[in-house]
C-alpha cells in the first residue's frame, strides 16, 4: 500500500481529535493498581467541558483504579488514526456530580447510572498530554498537548 495522504498540521491533528471525541461513543480506559496490574475496558463516554466524562462502578477493578491512581490513558481509534489522552482524574459520587455532565452523557449514550446502582461513580477526566497521529507518516509531531497546554 502506498500512502499518499498528506501529513496534518498540528491545527488540523487538534481539530480532529476535539471532532472524535464529540462523535464517538467508546474509549479505551487504561488503569493500573498499586501493584502494576494493568487494566484495559471500553466504556461510554462524553466530552464535555474540555474533559471526558464517564462512570462505571467504583467497586470494579477500573473504579478503583481511576479512583485510587488519579490518572489514566484514554485511547480512541486503531493503528492507522490513532488517539491517546493522559489525564487527571477527579471522581464524584452519584449525589455530587455536576448536573450538565450527567445530561451530557445521557444524552449522547441514552444512560445515566445514577438510576442504575448507587455502587456507580463518575469520573472527569482532564487531559494534561494528547497524541494523535496516521500511522508512521504523522508520528512526527504527533503530541499535541504536553502538561495541560495545546501546542501551537
Known sequence: MKITNPVRSAEQRRHDVLARLERETDIWVATADDAGLPCLVPLWFVWHADAVWLSTRITNPTGRNLRDGG?????????RDVVLLDGEVTVFSPADVPGPAVEALRAKTGWD????????????????????????????????????????
Open 71 to 79: 490518572r489514566t490513558r484514554l485511547a480512541l481509534g486503531d493503528t
Open 113 to 152: 447510572p445514577r438510576g442504575d446502582s448507587p455502587s456507580y461513580a463518575f469520573f472527569r477526566i482532564r487531559p494534561y498530554a494528547v497524541q494523535a497521529w496516521h500511522e508512521e507518516r504523522e508520528l512526527r509531531g504527533r503530541h499535541l498537548m504536553r502538561d495541560g497546554v495545546w501546542a501551537d
